[in-house]
């Protein structure tokens, strides 16, 4: 009797949807980390330290401390960089929708390639990032900035599509985004830009791995302004 307990226990456990996201594909991968970073595996209770190059599965909830920043690459080839008191969780819907939350602070995204995109899901809206380089920033209320590209920001209460330049705000839950306005030279934020991820190309191809045979070159530029070639593989498998 107790050897078929241990077994059919030992069978629940490789089931459970903890056990699940330790054996799924990887979301994403850290290519940048300073100061107090932490995170949480969805199969683990408490949050630990994290590190450069790990792979990060879905439900998994990272955290960034007082003068601490981090840079994650998605599967769907944006790189979403996190400012210092933000809580971040990837895929928290499943991979299969490629819908991340912020659930406080800020984050800055770029889309690496044409194929990119990106849903985040905040406490007062969701904003559909499209070939976009976009501030999200949920403290209080919500403000949006899209530098390059649009976003579309939405929720039961409305839908605000933005374009570069233009920024616009929510307030709650139960409010719709107000009117675009053009963003301020002094409004614009430079945090990010403390930011700079070396071997791009190298964690490209350890997210990207089986994304297909067809291969382009993307043109990145650096933080000294000089353009790089980085040749990854964009068309995924069906």
């Not at 330790?22 to 100061?35: H, Y």
């Not at 949006?144 to 939405?154: A, F, I, P, R």
């Not at 705000?169 to 409004?187: D, E, L």
């Not at 614009?188 to 990207?208: Q, T």
Request: include cysteine; aromatic fraction near 6%; proline fraction near 5%.
């Amino acid at each position: 009797m107790r050897l078929k307990i241990f077994i059919i226990a030992a069978v629940l456990a490789v089931l459970s949807p903890a056990a699940s996201y330790c054996i799924g594909k990887p979301g994403a991968i850290v290519v940048f980390v300073a100061g107090d970073v932490r995170i949480k595996p969805a199969a683990e209770a408490e949050f630990r330290e994290m590190k450069v190059n790990e792979l990060l599965y879905v439900g998994d909830i990272i955290r960034t401390g007082p003068q601490s920043l981090a840079s994650v690459i998605l599967k769907s080839g944006a790189e979403v960089r996190l400012n210092e008191s933000t809580v971040f969780g990837v895929y928290p819907k499943g991979a299969g929708r490629e819908m991340s939350a912020l659930k406080e602070g800020q984050i800055w995204t770029k889309m690496l390639h044409k194929m990119a995109k990106l849903d985040v899901s905040t406490p007062a809206a969701i904003c559909c990032v499209r070939g976009t380089e976009a501030d999200i920033r949920q403290k209080g209320r919500l403000t949006v900035k899209v530098y390059e590209g649009h976003v579309d920001v939405m929720n039961r209460f409305g839908k605000q599509p933005l374009s570069a330049g233009e920024m616009t705000s929510v307030s709650g839950p139960r409010s719709a985004p107000s009117a675009p306005r053009n963003i301020a030279a002094s409004k614009a934020g430079k945090w990010h830009e403390a930011i700079e991820v070396k071997d791009m190309g190298a964690f490209l191809a350890r997210i990207l791995p089986d994304a297909g045979v067809e291969k382009r070159t993307v043109t990145l530029v650096g933080k000294d302004g000089i353009k790089r070639n980085v040749v990854i593989r964009l068309k995924r498998k069906s």
